[in-house]
Nanobody, 122 residues
Framework: QVQLVESGGGSVQAGGSLRLSCQAS?????MGWFRQAPGQEREGIAA???????YYADSVTGRFTISRDNAKNTLYLEMNSLIPEDTAVYYC???????????????????WGQGTQVTVSS
């Protein structure tokens, strides 16, 4: 069982920045960040492997950076150049998928945090 607790959400104006943290009881090989806006499906926006390979959705590429500190069991998401469309509840997640092959799908993430709200105003 992996317990995840997100923090760092809040309200910012467009163009601003936020840094989300996810404190875990333990980090699995694949860790990811997801977000869910009202009335929309939860979407994966970034993922990272234990050795540092990363994946980003097109919507956040060049603006968001995912990182992890294995010694501190902490996952991060640095968000820059925020736009109103980034408004959502952000979740960190842990996958038990073994390394190699494709990045985990949403259904392959077994553990989820409670989420943290990010609101970007224009």
């Amino acid at each position: 069982q992996v317990q995840l607790v997100e923090s760092g959400g809040g309200s910012v104006q467009a163009g601003g920045s936020l840094r989300l943290s996810c404190q875990a009881s333990g980090l699995t090989y694949y860790m990811g960040w997801f977000r869910q806006a009202p009335g929309q499906e939860r979407e994966g926006i970034a993922a990272i492997g234990r050795g540092g390979p990363t994946y980003y959705a097109d919507s956040v590429t060049g603006r968001f950076t995912i990182s992890r500190d294995n010694a501190k069991n902490t996952l991060y998401l640095e968000m820059n150049s925020l736009i109103p469309e980034d408004t959502a509840v952000y979740y960190c997640a842990a996958s038990l998928k073994l390394p190699g092959g494709s990045w985990p799908s949403r259904d392959e993430y077994s553990f989820w945090g409670q989420g943290t709200q990010v609101t970007v105003s224009s």
